[in-house]
């Protein structure tokens, strides 16, 4: 089954709390958390991370849109994070590989997310070493771009590897994603849905979200 994890990029975040009970009826909450290097915006980061475990028993699943995440990887698992997922632009192979080691070390699911110009094949080591590969449908940095349509050719190819060396690793899309792009992100192997505007922008949210699911 297709599962959402509605970005809280795009919620209030003076009441992140009352947000998260929002969007209960989706799978993950996906949750950005950007440096100003890596990318050209500041979110979150760890306190936001330990205050909301707390106050949810969903998924938390962040997106470290960091310079060498992993300086950071183990406090975020130790934060709450259940899912961290690290660019594979932001470090050397090496270091990369040694980041998912220490997600797993703490008991938590690890994955590696590809920048739009990045190709498929940059995942391809990692990819018996991760339980998500996330592929960016827009430039990291900011909700409520534009979806690359282009994108579709590099889901598709990680969707056949992904099934023929590790099915259970989940293939997720971000960026760009509502009602009409969600059917064709599914269409080309994605089971994990990320979305921001489009959910928080939703006047009914609970069917915003059964609508994504297709
Ligand atoms: C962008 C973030 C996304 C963003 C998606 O760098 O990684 O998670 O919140 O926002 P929408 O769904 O509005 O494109
Ligand atoms: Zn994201």
Known sequence: MVKIAPSILSADFANLAQEIRRIETADYVHVDVMDGAFVPNITVGLPVVRCLRPVTRMPLDVHLMVDRP?????????????????????????????????????????????????????????????????????????????????????????????????????????????????KVVIENGANVLVAGSAVYGAADIPSRIAELRG
Do not use: S
């Not at 594979?88 to 590809?114: S, Y």
């Open 70 to 182: 992993i300086r950071y990887v183990e406090q975020f698992c130790d934060a709450g994070a259940d899912i961290v997922t690290v660019h594979v632009e932001a470090d050397t192979p090496e270091n990369t590989a040694l980041a998912l080691e220490k997600i797993h070390a703490k008991g938590k699911r690890a994955g590696v997310v590809l920048r739009p110009k990045t190709p498929a094949e940059a995942a391809r080591p990692y990819l018996k070493a991760c339980d998500m590969i996330l592929v960016m449908t827009v430039e990291p940095g900011f909700g409520g771009q534009k979806f690359m349509a282009d994108m579709m050719p590099k889901l598709r190819t990680l969707r056949d590897w992904i099934d023929q060396e590790n099915p259970a690793c989940e293939l997720e899309v971000d960026g760009g994603v509502d009602p009409v792009t969600a």
